[in-house]
């Protein structure tokens, strides 16, 4: 019931859950009739001013500031004390992170909604509710077609969004993928020009249900415009499904299928080139050539400059065995983290990019992706390894472990 329940709103899983219990849960599910603020300060956005607008407050995604930019030393942190706190109503984890500007802190909840909150106080300025749970960051930027600002977001249902930042009005809405399990996990990454939105999905999960035709999601990019949300381009990185064979319930198996986009795009503006991170194919006797990867595309067109595999043959598309599957599954070493590009204290420009394997690596943007370095992290599994965001500066990569192990049959 996961991929059906994500693709509902709080509201909506409510009334299921009241239904079936025949219970009243009480409250509000949004939380917006309690902590409002009472005489809400207008938006001001100076260039002064502290922001971090996104996924990192760069579209390179090296999620570093200066000490000067953040207005906080490393000695001051210890003295930091608790402000506020602010509790997601009807959620039972926080996934998206927030974003910052203009005195601002936007955020998105699982259970769909989007809040406004004054960064000083923690009341809430406004509220908006999508149709699916909201994973990713608000990304905050100047509107394209006018004064004022936007914030863009996606949700676990493949739907985009374009709010007015101030009030919350919505000012368009964009489905970016029509397959039933697709969604924005990705934070969008906005350059002015375009929107660029990663899209993944929960086939896999699907996959293990018997009767299920596995697999047929192609995973994306697709590129919007930032003022009208219409789609500039999509760019697939596998061909679409045909059936391969059958289950031995007679059940169809299609391929290939896969390659998800997990993670915010990065931005090279020197090299007018779209950088984007890969995971596994679901389906086939073999994994696709961009499976496991960074990917540079022409960030005008889509079209696909180079690519590096970093894991090869990594079929994973359900629990080995079950109906749909290989009897043998691959590693699963998705990239869940976006590409990081830095120029290090020597001037050399490098991609780094952290991997489920547990392994990092730093390649050569100039050489298609040619391996500079790599370094083991962590153990990695299905489960595990490098996932989330890394961040770096010029001296210094900073990579977040999460080994967590299956525990072995004995």
């Avoid at 409002?36 to 001001?44: E, G, V």
């Avoid at 809430?124 to 990713?136: D, L, M």
């Avoid at 599954?329 to 590009?341: I, N, R, S």
């Avoid at 420009?349 to 962590?378: C, F, H, N, T």
Wanted: aromatic letters at 10%; one cysteine or more.
């Amino acid at each position: 019931m996961r991929p059906q329940g994500g693709r509902l709103t709080g509201a909506e899983r409510r009334a299921v859950s009241e239904f079936l219990t025949g219970r009243s849960l009480g409250g509000d599910v949004t939380g917006s009739t309690a902590g409002r603020c009472s005489a809400p300060a207008p938006l001001r956005v100076a260039p002064e001013t502290l922001a971090w607008t996104g996924w990192s407050p760069t579209s390179s995604n090296a999620r570093a500031q200066t000490a000067e930019r953040a207005g906080l030393t490393a000695a001051e942190v210890p003295k930091l004390t608790l402000k506020w706190a602010f509790g997601f109503p009807d959620s039972t984890s926080a996934w998206s992170q927030p974003t910052v500007a203009g005195e601002r802190l936007f955020v998105g909840s699982q259970n769909g909604t989007v809040y406004a909150l004054d960064a000083r106080s923690g009341c809430i300025i406004w509220t908006f509710t999508a149709q699916s749970g909201v994973r990713t960051a608000p990304v905050f930027g100047a509107r394209p077609d006018g004064p004022g600002y936007t914030v863009y977001f996606g949700d676990t249902g493949a739907n985009v969004y374009a709010l007015d930042a101030e009030t919350g009005l919505p000012r368009w809405t964009r489905r970016v993928h029509d397959h039933p399990f697709a969604r924005v996990t990705g934070t969008p990454t906005l350059d002015g020009e375009r929107l660029y939105v990663p899209i993944s999905s929960l086939e896999e999960t699907a996959a293990n249900q018997t009767g299920y035709q596995c697999c047929t999601f192609r995973g994306s990019v697709a590129a919007l415009s930032p003022a009208t949300g219409e789609v500039i381009w999509p760019i697939y990185f596998v061909p679409p499904a045909a059936i391969v064979g059958t289950t031995d319930a007679g059940t169809p198996l299609w391929a290939p299928s896969g390659v998800a986009v997990w993670s915010s795009p990065t931005v090279d503006s020197k090299r007018q080139l779209l950088y984007v991170t890969t995971g596994n194919t679901y389906s086939g006797t073999a994994a696709e050539p961009r499976t496991d990867a960074v990917m540079a595309l022409d960030p005008r067109t889509g079209a696909r400059k180079w690519s590096k595999q970093l894991t090869v043959g990594d079929v994973f598309g359900c629990k080995a065995g079950a109906a749909n599957c290989l009897e043998k599954a691959g590693p699963d070493f998705d990239f869940g983290t976006p590409a990081v590009l830095v120029t290090t204290r020597e001037g050399q420009d490098l991609i780094l990019l952290g991997q489920k394997s547990g392994m990092a690596y730093a390649v050569d943007p100039d050489r298609e992706g040619e391996l500079v370095w790599q370094y083991r992290a962590g153990q990695g599994s299905i489960w595990g390894g490098i996932q989330w965001g890394i961040a770096a500066d010029g001296d210094t990569v900073f990579l977040p472990v999460s080994d967590i192990r299956t525990p072995s049959a004995r």
